[in-house]
């Protein structure tokens, strides 16, 4: 059974550096095929689609965005990471992680987390 | 990259059946079978309803059907269900840098 958990600080300051990990159960990131994402959702917003990260170590970021953000993952621990700098109030949104299949479809989610920008 | 255009809303009585469409370009859309719809309950994470244009995942009622035709996918719910009403967001690989693309979001409302 898949499972998906994100985790990370619910207020930062803006200018901050935000740091998320999601952590995954039921497939490994070093299976050939494998891929996360990372989607984002203000309040009473549509879905906003920010990265993916694949099991041979290949990454894409939404353009919009591209310059603000890392991600990355850490197969021992089954985790993936994203980064993103200078943190803005328009920045507070649910941040989801999510298992992509190979139609580009997004599998399940986890269960998001709500990231505050605020001073 | 634009977001794909949905409604803003749809409704329809139990039993019904509602159409909500997803318009976008030859770049995502129109040029790939790769569009995948949503369901997403208030305050629940999205739920994957479609993939590959017009593939339901197990578990998901065959009361769900979608299809594609030019630049625009369409998401058919029949026999509308109370349980049916949520916000439904359609997805698409695009061409561009950005690679996936969501939605503007419909709210689906069961009278």
């Known amino acids: 059974q898949v499972t998906l958990k994100e985790s990370g600080p619910a207020l930062v300051k803006p200018t901050q550096t935000l740091t998320l990990t999601c952590t995954f159960s039921g497939f490994s990131l070093s299976s050939s095929g494998m891929r996360a994402n990372w989607i984002r959702q203000p309040p009473g917003k549509a879905l906003e689609w920010l990265a993916r990260?694949?099991?041979?170590?290949?990454?894409f970021y939404s353009t919009s965005l591209k310059t603000r953000l890392t991600i990355s993952k850490d197969t021992s621990k089954n985790q993936v990471v994203l980064t993103m700098t200078n943190m803005d109030p328009v920045d507070t949104a649910t941040y989801y992680c999510?298992?992509?299949?190979?139609?580009?479809?997004?599998?399940?989610w986890g269960q998001g987390t709500l990231v505050t920008v605020s001073s | 990259q634009s977001a794909l255009t949905q409604p803003a809303s749809v409704s329809g009585s139990p039993g019904q059946s509602i159409t909500i469409s997803c318009t976008g370009t030859?770049?995502?859309?129109?040029?790939?079978?790769?569009v995948s719809w949503y369901q997403q309950h208030p305050g629940k994470a999205p739920k994957l309803m479609i993939y590959?244009?017009?593939n339901r995942p197990s578990g998901v009622s065959n009361r769900f059907s979608a299809s594609k035709s030019g630049n625009t996918a369409s998401l058919t719910i029949s026999g509308l269900q109370a349980e049916d009403e949520a916000d439904y967001y359609c997805m698409s690989y695009a061409s561009s840098s950005t690679r996936v693309v969501f939605g503007t979001g419909t709210k689906v409302t069961v009278l």
């Open positions: 590959g244009v017009n």
């Open positions: 030859s770049s995502d859309v129109g040029g790939y079978n790769f």
């Open positions: 999510a298992q992509m299949g190979p139609q580009w479809e997004l599998l399940l």
């Open positions: 990260i694949d099991w041979d170590d290949e990454k």
